[in-house]
């Protein structure tokens, strides 16, 4: 009985933790993007640079089996988009040096930000777990990226060519 209060008051304290992060929701304003280093672009990626795009985020990992099967999707995203205002990001906070060696060897494309925690600050608390950021800078969809993230890509880009 000694032992469990201890592991009790532990489970307390992370369940409290986590169920004070929420994931970002449609119309919140997206928070700034941060990672020790950049890949596949030149220099750090600022939101408050990108704005009049949308903008895809995704969090991920090298050691996240269905993080690494999006990475096609994602690619194909990236060059559907890349010359169409839409800039595909993805985040982790894995090292830089396991990252970059991941990039070349899975051939990614898109701009990859290796040490942040911005994933704190979006809520995320699985991946893999994609958000689209409007050309204004508000999250318009978050979730699995799957077909619905293609969708959300399509129907913020047509909203961006409307305004």
């Not at 119309?27 to 280093?37: C, E, H, N």
């Not at 995704?58 to 099967?69: D, H, I, L, R, S």
């Not at 809520?123 to 409007?134: D, E, M, N, Q, Y």
């Amino acid at each position: 009985m000694k032992r469990l209060v201890p592991i009790l008051i532990l489970l307390a304290v992370v369940f409290a933790f986590n169920s004070r992060r929420s994931v970002l929701r449609a119309g919140a304003a997206a928070p700034a993007l941060s990672a020790d280093t950049w890949i596949n672009t030149n220099g750090a990626l600022e939101l408050s640079d990108l704005k009049g795009k949308v903008v895809v985020v995704e969090f991920w990992a090298t050691w996240c089996g269905p993080c690494v099967a999006s990475i096609p999707n994602m690619n194909k995203l990236h060059d559907r988009w890349k010359d169409k205002d839409v800039v595909v990001i993805g985040l982790t906070d894995e090292s830089p040096e396991d990252v970059q060696r991941f990039v070349r060897k899975n051939g990614i494309r898109y701009a990859v930000g290796a040490g942040s925690l911005s994933s704190f600050d979006y809520g995320v608390r699985s991946i893999p777990h994609a958000f689209v950021i409007a050309g204004d800078g508000t999250v318009v969809w978050n979730g699995y990226p799957g077909r619905e993230l293609d969708q959300a890509v399509a129907q913020a880009h047509k909203s961006l060519s409307q305004s």
